[in-house]
């Protein structure tokens, strides 16, 4: 998975916290998947991320994460963030995303017609046309919105090499029990300034249940964690639960006017 520092304020909206830092310099995004192949893996890595992208191409699945986020105070120093989220996806175009922690609560909701960004604290949404499927709309939200879309590469039509891109060595170093489930621990380098670790579940589904990615040329080398659990596989869940339903004294916000729903920054 490919991660980048942002120097711009962000609103992270999947996986790690939509809409809950805005103005962390160290951030964990979304990017593309390249075509690269990955001659540094074996093939025993290899297959294990094959059979988790294989998973994660369902056609519908949730989830639940909870992250603590690393980046720098005014004077340097290193200050936390911690979110949870709940995110519900409907491929090809369809996802909601209920995000609550230390900077209040927000959902994203999807329909594959229309983006919202809601401040659920705030009362304020930001509501956008839009038509497309959810890499498009991960596209879409990060130029218009401002955001950092964490984790969106477990979400692109080809995860395994969404998660892969940019890694140029790695294999697995060692086992874990997460929540009861045997893991298998692997460590990657990415880029020339990042190191990446993820625990994939030792079964045919491979499915991640964390990730831990350091930033090793940044003061204090800050990190991003993020814990996922309560995997889903629904046979059907219905196009309401995408749908945004303004509850009774909701404002919405200028999109052209430079509006935002976002909750102000931790402190």
Same mark, same amino acid.
């Given at each position: 998975?490919?991660?980048?520092?942002?120097?711009?304020?962000?609103?992270?909206?999947?996986?790690?916290?939509?809409?809950?830092?805005?103005?962390?310099?160290?951030?964990?995004?979304?990017?593309?998947?390249?075509?690269? $192949?990955?001659? *540094?893996?074996?093939?025993?890595? +290899?297959?294990?991320?094959?059979?988790?992208?294989?998973?994660?191409?369902?056609?519908?699945?949730?989830?639940?994460?909870?992250? =603590?986020?690393?980046?720098?105070?005014?004077?340097?120093?290193?200050?936390?963030?911690?979110?949870?989220?709940? +995110? &519900?996806?409907?491929?090809?175009?369809?996802? @909601? &995303?209920?995000?609550?922690?230390? %900077?209040?609560?927000?959902? /994203?909701?999807?329909?594959?017609?229309?983006?919202?960004?809601?401040?659920?604290?705030?009362?304020?949404?930001?509501? =956008?046309?839009?038509?497309?499927?959810?890499?498009?709309?991960?596209?879409?939200?990060?130029?218009?919105?401002?955001?950092?879309?964490?984790?969106?590469?477990? /979400?692109?039509?080809?995860?395994?090499?969404?998660?892969?891109?940019?890694?140029?060595?790695?294999?697995?170093?060692? +086992?874990?029990? =997460?929540?009861? &489930?045997?893991?298998?621990?692997?460590?990657? %380098?990415?880029?020339?300034?990042?190191?990446?670790?993820?625990?994939?579940?030792? %079964?045919?589904?491979?499915?991640?249940?964390? #990730?831990?990615? +350091?930033?090793?040329?940044? *003061?204090?080398?800050?990190? #991003?964690? *993020?814990?996922?659990?309560?995997?889903?596989?629904?046979?059907?869940? $219905?196009?309401?639960?995408?749908? #945004?339903?303004?509850?009774?004294?909701?404002?919405?916000?200028?999109?052209? *006017?430079?509006?935002?729903?976002?909750?102000? $920054? @931790?402190?």
């Amino acid at each position: 998975m490919t991660v980048r520092r942002s120097a711009k304020a962000i609103i992270p909206l999947l996986v790690a916290g939509a809409l809950a830092i805005l103005a962390s310099p160290a951030v964990v995004s979304a990017a593309r998947a390249q075509d690269a $192949p990955h001659a *540094a893996l074996t093939e025993d890595v +290899t297959a294990a991320f094959a059979r988790m992208g294989k998973t994660l191409a369902a056609k519908q699945f949730s989830f639940r994460s909870h992250q =603590i986020r690393a980046y720098a105070g005014p004077n340097g120093e290193l200050l936390h963030i911690v979110t949870d989220t709940k +995110t &519900v996806v409907s491929r090809p175009d369809r996802i @909601a &995303v209920e995000i609550t922690g230390d %900077n209040g609560a927000t959902k /994203l909701l999807y329909d594959g017609k229309t983006l919202v960004l809601f401040s659920v604290d705030k009362k304020r949404y930001l509501k =956008i046309p839009l038509t497309g499927d959810i890499p498009k709309m991960v596209d879409v939200a990060e130029k218009r919105m401002g955001a950092e879309l964490p984790l969106s590469d477990l /979400l692109s039509a080809d995860p395994e090499h969404s998660v892969l891109s940019d890694v140029t060595s790695g294999g697995q170093v060692g +086992t874990a029990i =997460i929540d009861g &489930v045997p893991c298998r621990h692997f460590f990657f %380098n990415q880029s020339d300034d990042l190191e990446l670790e993820i625990w994939l579940e030792d %079964n045919d589904r491979s499915l991640p249940r964390r #990730f831990y990615v +350091t930033y090793r040329n940044l *003061a204090g080398r800050p990190s #991003f964690i *993020a814990e996922l659990s309560d995997w889903e596989f629904p046979n059907e869940i $219905p196009d309401s639960a995408f749908v #945004f339903q303004p509850p009774a004294g909701a404002e919405q916000v200028d999109a052209s *006017a430079g509006g935002s729903a976002a909750p102000a $920054p @931790a402190k």
